[in-house]
């Protein structure tokens, strides 16, 4: 995976996670899922992992856990 440029921005990253999203076979996120979400959030993790766990396919939940831990990792403090 390559390295982004030290100059990109937030927007720009932002830009390019839609893109990568819009290009998925099938959606992130079921529509209940994003239906469920726009009406009301789910309160806390737990009912947030529920929800996910109930809805998405074996993929979508593959794919989640990546992305999650891939932003985990780019967001991490630098190692001392």
Same mark, same amino acid.
């Given at each position: 995976f390559r390295e982004l440029?030290?100059?990109?921005t937030p927007h720009q990253l932002a830009a390019l996670l839609l893109l990568w999203a819009?290009?998925?076979?099938e959606p992130l996120l079921p529509q209940p899922v994003a239906? +469920?979400?726009a009406i009301e959030a789910p309160c806390d993790a737990v009912a947030a992992a529920a929800l996910l766990i109930e809805t998405c396919s074996a993929s979508q939940l593959a794919t989640?856990?990546?992305?999650?831990r891939l932003m985990h990792? +780019?967001?991490a403090p630098p190692a001392a």
């Open positions: 440029p030290s100059s990109a819009g290009q998925l076979p239906d +469920a979400c989640l856990r990546v992305l999650l990792e +780019a967001l």
